[in-house]
């Protein structure tokens, strides 16, 4: 008997649920702001969807209500994700050692 | 160029493990930097992958490499104009996005199901639909709660909680709503219901967050980044998309994750925060009730005076320091103390500031090194020890009354233990109570100096004094 591919990415969605949890949970509560801004840039992956949905459009026809929504999708994504990781960047950039006292 | 379906998936599981490598690289500040590179990698794979699967490079992919561009340049434009102090204003605002770029997926692929292969319209497969409306549902209430918590967070709307009569009530029978819409749309497949069930939710995540008070934004903020995540996986079930499902459950159980270590830093369950109205009752305790008890206050000078001859001082920051802005001059005055040959540290309790980490970011965008600043059990046995405890724009975290009396609402909240050190200076504008609505004892005790200035000035005054 065939088991339905749902099964499977169930299996990953439990999965990474519980590596998700070990893995937040080792990380240290000083960068937790840093955790939310770039768990919200990664979570703009949604962008994959909102690229298929804007390229459903055909040649004569790029622009439909469909792909719109798609764009606009795009773009919203899109301010995540360089906003997002960016400014994940500039915060870790600050983050620095005390200097070895001489 | 194409790729097969199975290639594609393979690197979308990629670009996953790289996203749970990039959480993993937070564990500690040298490996984060490395971390973050990891996300953006993972990023660029399945943005590639994508655009390979689809194999479609006609004007189409011209308009999206726009539309990617012009996103592009406001979130790089923003990430670099953005002052640290409003860092929990812009997480919000890009946790609202997310939902709402959740639901234009949605609402993208309702419309034009054979583009995802997901049946006809008016006859989609019964098992993406249910994920597509779920994960719409979530990403709408995402969209509008985030959008409150952004208002109350910048202060266009008040951050005292918006309480009526009936709301728990109405507020269930919404969430009720939400369910049987769904139902009836997965058996009707009905456009109308579609749209009322987006309705709805923009409703009900209105709803959810306008009862909660400005100090309870650390768990909001939490809740909202787990939404977001959920909202990400729903689409991810519906497209089949395996990077799109692993991030999902990531910041899913991430945001739970904090916004439980928030409610835990407040000794409250998530429901009690949840359901709102903590602080509102704030009014009803009149003032006749509080005895006038003598203070000690003093001025720059004084705690000058004390800093200088102590050889160690802790540092307790609070949310005051960041409406200040006086993480800057804070420093300064630490730099002085330290030429001094004062041992100074920083001590952060989980839920000062208005999201969690707050403080840390403040302070690290001040130059302080991460190691001088220490979380609550690290730090709390120090007190005893310390000669000068330095409470900056902290108030509730603080007050000895979590410890000692059963009656008070913060009763069993982990606090600080400021008052075991032999002096305790504490900058606040006034005498009035924090946002938890009562007087803290430590203002009235032996050791107990006051300092009644703006965060800001009353730094910069005792630097010049030292």
Not at chain 1, 77 to 101: C, P, S
Not at chain 2, 189 to 213: A, E, K, R, T, Y
Not at chain 2, 231 to 259: H, K, M, Q, W
Not at chain 2, 389 to 399: H, L, M, P
Request: aromatic share 10%.
């Amino acid at each position: 008997m065939e088991i339905d591919p749902l099964i499977f990415r169930l299996s990953i969605f439990i999965l990474s649920i519980f590596i998700g949890y070990y893995v937040v949970w080792s990380v240290t509560p000083s960068l937790h702001t840093p955790l939310m801004s770039v768990t919200n840039a990664i979570s703009s992956v949604i962008i994959v969807g909102a690229i298929i949905a804007g390229l459903s459009g055909n040649a004569d026809s790029i622009f439909n209500v469909s792909s719109i929504f798609g764009f606009l999708a795009i773009a919203l994504a899109a301010i995540n994700i360089f906003g997002g990781f960016l400014v994940t960047q500039r915060m870790l950039a600050m983050y620095k050692k005390k200097k070895k006292d001489k | 160029m194409m790729i097969s379906a199975d290639l594609s998936a393979i690197f979308y599981l990629v670009s996953g493990v790289l996203f749970i490598l990039a959480l993993r690289g937070l564990s500690s500040p040298e490996t984060s930097r490395q971390g973050n590179l990891f996300g953006i990698l993972g990023m660029i794979i399945a943005i590639t992958v994508t655009f390979l699967s689809t194999g479609n490079f006609s004007t189409g992919f011209i308009f999206v490499l726009l539309f990617i561009l012009v996103g592009g340049s406001i979130g790089a434009f923003i990430a670099y104009k953005i002052p640290m102090t409003a860092m929990p204003e812009l997480v919000a605002g890009f946790h609202s996005l997310v939902g709402l770029a959740a639901v234009f997926v949605a609402i993208s692929a309702f419309l034009n199901p054979e583009a995802f292969n997901l049946g006809t319209q008016g006859n989609i497969k019964l098992g993406s639909l249910i994920e597509m409306s779920i994960g719409a549902a979530v990403g709408a209430i995402t969209f509008s709660g985030s959008v409150i918590a952004f208002l109350k967070l910048q202060g266009v709307m008040s951050g005292s909680p918006i309480t009526f009569k009936g709301q728990h009530p109405l507020n269930a029978i919404i969430l009720v709503s939400i369910v049987v819409l769904i139902y009836l749309l997965c058996s009707t497949q009905s456009s109308n219901l579609f749209w009322l069930l987006l309705g709805v939710s923009f409703l009900i995540g209105f709803l959810l967050i306008i009862p909660i008070g400005g100090a309870d934004m650390p768990v909001v903020i939490s809740m909202l980044n787990s939404y977001s995540g959920w909202a990400a996986a729903g689409i991810g079930f519906t497209l089949e998309n395996t990077a799109l499902i692993i991030t999902g459950a990531l910041v899913g159980s991430s945001g739970a994750i904090l916004s439980y270590i928030m409610c835990k830093g407040m000794n409250r369950s998530f429901f009690n925060v949840i359901l709102g109205g903590f602080g509102a009752t704030e009014d009803t305790s009149s003032p006749s009730i509080k005895e006038q008890r003598p203070v000690k206050s003093g001025n720059a000078d004084d705690a000058a005076f004390l800093m200088k001859n102590a050889s160690s001082v802790i540092i307790v920051p609070g949310y005051g320091m960041a409406v200040a802005q006086a993480q800057h001059a804070l420093r300064e005055m630490v730099d002085t103390l330290k030429k001094n040959d004062i041992k100074v540290s920083y001590a952060i309790h989980p839920v000062a500031g208005r999201m969690p980490g707050h403080m840390n970011v403040l302070l690290a965008e001040a130059n302080v090194p991460y190691d001088e600043v220490f979380e609550l059990e690290e730090i709390n046995n120090d007190f005893a020890n310390a000669d000068v405890a330095f409470v900056i724009g902290a108030n509730d975290v603080t007050n000895p009354v979590a410890k000692t009396d059963p009656q008070s609402p913060i009763y069993g909240m982990p606090v600080l233990d400021v008052e075991k050190c032999k002096s305790v200076l504490f900058v606040k504008r006034s005498l009035s109570p924090g946002y938890a609505g009562i007087d803290n004892d430590l203002f009235y005790k032996e050791n107990t100096l006051m300092l009644f200035a703006d965060a800001k000035k009353m730094t910069e005054d005792i630097t010049k004094n030292l």
